[in-house]
T-cell receptor, first 115, second 115 residues
């Protein structure tokens, strides 16, 4: 079955540590996204990538970094510079077909807690 | 200005009744698409329905319909015959033709269906 796999589902991090969230898709989609969701709030875009080896900052990129070395993979690193990293992180992807009605497909999310 | 506004943080509806979730949007692009997603407590994002800016008719998908009023820039989701399983967060989202690979999300509405 095609889909997006995020791992781990739950992640605990000590203050001052970097941590990497994994996102893998086998949908052959070109574009991939990372969103952050805080309790009771909407999704805010962290980074997105339209093609391998290229990515753009979203609205809240500070304290985060990404790479896109393979089409299938778009890992997100939460660095120690991120002041308040505790949140729910969602990875998504879309095909680069140009069809306006193509929805974004989402992974199951990773819940990051700083302890 | 916010691209997507959802003004109802929480809503209650009696089982089997209909409910309308509000969404207004802001864009100057000539072409855009509007999406609704459901997020159960498990965290996954489930795509529900799509409306294109040039679509003449309101979109419908089973018990979901979209009340699209282009002049007012609103795209309200109507859920008919509510079920207990409809209890979830609901997000309105938009993509624009000139910024095709960015999805803008609203802050969401938490719907509670009462038995």
């Amino acid at each position: 079955d095609g889909g997006i796999t995020q791992s781990p589902k739950y992640l605990f991090r000590k203050e001052g540590q970097n941590v990497t969230l994994s996102c893998e898709q086998n949908l052959n989609h070109d574009a991939m996204y990372w969103y952050r969701q805080d309790p009771g709030q909407g999704l805010r875009l962290i980074y997105y990538s339209q093609i391998v080896n290229d990515f753009q900052k979203g609205d809240i990129a500070e304290g985060y970094s990404v790479s896109r070395e393979k089409k299938e993979s778009f890992p997100l690193t939460v660095t120690s510079a991120q002041k308040n990293p505790t949140a729910f992180y969602l990875c998504a992807s879309t095909p680069q077909t140009g069809a306006m009605n193509t929805e974004a497909f989402f992974g199951q999310g990773t819940r990051l807690t700083v302890v | 200005a916010q691209k997507i506004t959802q003004t109802q943080p929480g809503m209650f509806v009696q089982e089997k009744e209909a409910v309308t979730l509000d969404c207004t949007y802001d864009t100057s692009d000539p072409s855009y698409g509007l999406f609704w997603y459901k997020q159960p407590s498990s965290g996954e994002m489930i795509f529900l329905i799509y409306q294109g800016s040039y679509d003449q008719q309101n979109a419908t998908e089973g018990r979901y319909s979209l009340n699209f009023q282009k002049a007012r820039k609103s795209a309200n989701l109507v859920i008919s015959a509510s079920q207990l399983g409809d209890s979830a967060m609901y997000f309105c989202a938009m993509r624009e033709i000139y910024n095709f690979n960015k999805f803008y999300f609203g802050s969401g509405t938490k719907l509670n269906v009462k038995p």
